[in-house]
Each structure stands twice: as C-alpha cells, then as structure tokens.
C-alpha cells in the first residue's frame, strides 16, 4: 500500500519548502505547515483506511526528517523525556506532525523563544504551556505573555487541584500578566482554595491584599540583620505581607477540598519558615513534632538563635515555638491519619482535625488572633 501520487508529490514540496513545523489533523486529514511566509494545508486523498494512510504520512515524513521511516522513534520518546535531547534536534522533532514530538520539544531544556512559538503553533496544549513557562528563556520572550494568557483564559475549564495551582504559579511570575489580569485572578481565587495555594507558592511576600502589620520588638531588628533566623522570620511574619500570607494559609486550611491541597499548602507553609530548618522537612507525625518543640519550649539554651530572641524579647516565646512547630509541618503529620491517598472532602477534614487545628491554633499566634 502506497499514498496516493498526488498526495506524495504534494507532502514532498511541503518538506522541500523547509517548513518550520508541521501538525497532523486526523479527524479532517488533512497535513498543515508553519513556514516563514504563513501557514498552508494540505488536503489528504486517503485510498486506504484513514489511520492506515496517515501512517503512510507519517512514515514519508519521518524518512525526509530523520531519515527513518518509522516514525517517532521509541528511543527518542526516551531520551526527550529524560531531558537527553540535543538542542540541535528540536527543530526536528517539531516537523514530526507527533504530538509525542512535540512534548518532548517542550520538555528540552534548549527550547529557545522561536521554537516555542513554532511549538505553540504544533500544538496548543495547556499541559505545554505550563511546560514552557518553566523555561526561561521562554517566559522572559515573546510567547511568554502569550503563554500565561492562554493558561489564564483557561484556567476555569481545568478541574485537576494540581494543574490549577501549578498554572496559577506559574501564570504569577514576574512579567507574565497585567497588574489588572493579576488582580482579577486573585479576585477569583476567593473560594478556590487551589488558585490561593498557587498565590501562596508564587508571592509568599507581595499578596495583592496585605492585612495589618503586628508590632515588633525594637529589639529583634538589629538581630535580624545579624542573620538570626528567628530574628528575620519574626520581622517577616509580623509585616503587612505576613500576616497576609498567614491569613491566607489558614483561609486554605480551614476547608481543603483534597489531599494535593493540603500538602501543597503544608509544603509552602514548612518553605516559609524553612530557615529554621537548613537539613529540610524533618518528616515528623505530629506527636513527634510537638515533643520536639516542647524540647524548645523547656531548653532553649540549645538553640542559640531562639535562646538570643528570648533573652532580648521574652514578650515573644509563644510566636518562636510556634514558629519551630510550622517549620515542621508536612505529609509526615498526615500520613497516620489518613492512609487512603484517595480520601477527599469533608470526611478527609473531620479525619485530620487532629493535625489542622494545632496547625491552625500556631498560625492564630502569629497573626494575633489566638482564642
């Protein structure tokens, strides 16, 4: 079985036309090109069964491209998704009409601006979309913007938690979005826990609504530019842009609708005081937590840095084991408690009261709202 001779002609002064990109639309059949002058189609002529043909058309295409006539190799499917790819290979996997190809394309670390937006043309996906904002090169070039609108725009059909809040963090990156756009989406985000946790992960210091800023012992100022972590958490916590952020949090926790949710919040809640804790999330359920913060509470003397606030500022011991308590919070706390990845909703709420509302309890110190 061979494509018909017209169709053959017709692909060969495509690929002969040195095309920028090439996508395939099975349901029309039809094979279009991205060149420098604009697009063009053409219209297959199947004498075949349809998916026999297009693989017919993928076959001459992958035999100009790569010399190969099988197609999207196994081995490159492979190597461009472990990031193996060469650069100098991009342009090539974006002929394919694979939209295998083309992930891979936008998967490589290499993908410069042009190559996005021959990407983009190949195919329009929000999965690519996310993929690329990761890169810098195209999130600070043209198809940045472009990107973010589109995953904007978007967002409302999204239904998985961790889409959502990887698009909103990625969409909240310096230069993507319009201050009015940036507003807007907070404005939306107001019983979306999810869009609260990308804010949360994007600008844990510069939230569009700060809440008013607590009162800091004159003290603690110059130790905090001394590079006392306690010191400089205190300082953060306290600001306008703190006390948002702990506001936020526990807006967040007070109803998380699923599992990705909650973690994801915990993460970006331990990230936030994660200098308290240069060796990382210590993993503790929570009573191993709360003994090792009463080891704090009853022997400061072996922490220095809290020891050095609380000789300076006793007023401030509450806020320090607080601290120390939410620096340690994660999946470690959760993990005895709900065994069941898949629990969600308010049956995963009443299961984890006895983790959420400790948490919740040490964030109403911080804020000064205990009680």
Same mark, same amino acid.
């Given at each position: ?90 342009? @090539?996997? %974006?002929?394919? !009409?694979? &939209? +295998?190809?083309?992930? *891979?394309?936008?998967? =490589?670390?290499? #993908? /410069? ?87 949360? @992960?994007? %600008?844990?210091? !510069?939230? &569009? +609504?700060?809440?008013? *800023?607590?009162?800091? =012992?004159?003290? #603690? /100022? ?89 000789? %300076?500022?006793? !007023? ?5 084991? *607080? ?49």
């Amino acid at each position: 079985m061979e494509l018909s001779p017209e169709d053959s002609l017709r692909l060969s002064v495509l690929l002969a036309n040195k095309p920028q990109a090439i996508r395939i639309d099975e349901s029309r059949m039809r094979v279009q090109g991205l060149t420098a002058q604009g697009e063009s189609t053409l219209r297959l002529s199947p004498n075949a069964r349809p998916d026999q043909y297009l693989r017919l058309v993928r076959e001459l295409i992958s035999g100009h491209v790569l010399g190969s006539p099988g197609g999207y190799p196994v081995y490159l499917r492979r190597w461009t998704r472990m990031g193996q790819m060469r650069d100098e290979s991009l342009e @090539q996997l %974006l002929l394919l !009409g694979e &939209p +295998e190809a083309v992930v *891979a394309a936008v998967c =490589a670390p290499g #993908l /410069s601006d042009e190559l996005a937006r021959r990407a983009w043309w190949a195919m329009e996906d929000a999965g690519n979309a996310r993929r690329m904002l990761k890169n810098p090169a195209v999130r600070e070039g043209r198809m940045g913007r472009i990107l973010a609108d589109y995953l904007v725009d978007y967002l409302p059909f999204e239904t998985e938690h961790e889409e959502i809040m990887e698009t909103v963090r990625l969409v909240l990156q310096p230069g993507l979005l319009e201050e009015s756009q940036r507003l807007d989406l907070w404005r939306k985000s107001a019983r979306k826990q999810a869009y609260l946790v990308g804010f949360l @992960q994007a %600008l844990p210091d !510069g939230l &569009p +609504e700060p809440a008013p *800023a607590r009162e800091l =012992a004159s003290a #603690l /100022s110059p130790l905090a530019e001394t590079g006392n972590d306690y010191a400089r958490l205190l300082r953060r916590v306290c600001s306008p842009f703190g006390q948002a952020f702990l506001k936020t949090v526990s807006s967040v926790l007070a109803k998380p609708p699923t599992q990705e949710v909650l973690i994801a919040a915990l993460e970006t809640l331990r990230g936030y005081f994660a200098g308290l804790r240069p060796a990382g999330d210590p993993d503790l359920t929570l009573d191993d937590l709360l003994s090792e913060v009463q080891g704090l509470a009853t022997s400061p003397l072996q922490h220095a840095q809290a020891a050095e606030v609380l000789a %300076l500022a006793p !007023g401030v011991r509450d806020e320090v084991l *607080a601290m120390r308590f939410l620096s340690g919070v994660g999946y470690g706390l959760i993990r005895p408690l709900l065994p069941d990845p898949t629990t969600q909703g308010s049956l995963m709420r009443r299961k984890l009261a006895p983790v959420i509302d400790p948490i919740q309890e040490r964030l109403g110190i911080l804020r000064g709202v205990q009680g």
